[in-house]
């Protein structure tokens, strides 16, 4: 009992947050980008989409309580393109014929609008699905470090995973994989499944993915904020639509930089 009792202590040690040094009222910007390659087979037409992103968002600390830590994110700019059969569409939602465009309206309905937040430091949430870009709720619940700095070693490991109703799960495995005065690296390795249902163009989606991703965060020891992360992601599955399967995978990159 008494070893498994200071194996336990070593891990609440280890996982503690870093030394608060975030407060309320701190701003940061958050740039998201994504670049994929889309391969799609309708009607025995294989077609090849690729796209890129950039999502940018402001971030403000509205309060701190105990660990509870609450943020007020405000989209700011999406800009981006598609090509599609050889034709390459841009958008740009400071652009009034990007807003204008109906096909964007679901991607722009958040733009300017400030949505509230709530996390917890020192701990790190991933979202089941990677392969597209980083949404600001994602972002905020891993931008603070999960671990303690001055305690870890590199090497040092754990372990997540969750699951929903409709079937899709993930499971995420941590690592340390460096460890300075000045940063620690975190290198995380997913696999997931995603089964849900979306709207996309007014049209109802029935998704089934399967996919893996791996992930490179970068936190600076002292502010115990995130710099930066760099992911690499791959998926396939079939996308249903009016009772079509449409087959599919996609395989891209995607950056998220503190500012």
């Keep these: 009992m008494k070893r498994i009792f200071i194996g336990f202590a070593i891990i609440l ?9 975030i407060s309320a009222g701190k701003k940061f910007l958050v740039v998201a980008a994504v ?23 402001d971030f ?19 800009t981006g393109s598609v090509t599609m059969m050889g034709n390459e569409q841009s958008f740009d939602s400071s652009d009034s ?22 996390t917890e430091s020192g701990k790190i949430s991933l979202p089941q699905d990677a392969s597209g870009t ?37 499971l995420n495995n941590y690592t340390v994989t460096k460890i300075s005065k000045e940063e620690a690296v975190i290198t995380v390795i997913s696999n997931n499944k ?13 998704v089934n993915m399967q996919g893996a991703s791996t992930s490179i965060f970068t936190y600076d020891t ?15 599955g079939n996308n249903e639509v009016m009772g079509n399967e449409i087959p599919m995978s996609t395989k891209g ?3 998220v930089t503190i500012k």
């Design 35 to 57: 670049k994929t390659n889309t391969s799609v087979s309708q009607m025995g037409t294989e077609m090849e989409i690729p796209a890129t992103g950039i999502v940018t968002t």
């Design 134 to 170: 980083p949404r600001s709720e994602d972002i905020a619940h891993y931008l603070m470090i999960p671990v303690n700095a001055s305690l870890v070693k590199e090497g040092y490991a754990w372990s997540d995973s969750s699951s929903t109703a409709e079937g899709s799960r993930s």
């Design 60 to 78: 403000e600390v509205k309060s701190v309580a105990g660990k509870t830590v609450t943020f007020i994110a405000t989209l700011k700019r999406i």
């Design 222 to 236: 002292v502010s115990g904020i995130l710099k930066n992360v760099t992911t690499s992601f791959s998926t396939s």
């Design 13 to 21: 040690l280890a996982t503690e947050i870093h030394a608060q040094t």
């Design 194 to 206: 995603t089964i849900t249902t979306r709207q996309q163009m007014g049209m109802e989606m029935k």
């Design 253 to 255: 990159t995607a950056t």
């Design 97 to 118: 014929a990007t807003a204008a465009n109906p096909q964007l309206a679901d991607a722009l309905k958040e733009i300017n609008k400030p949505q509230e937040i709530i």
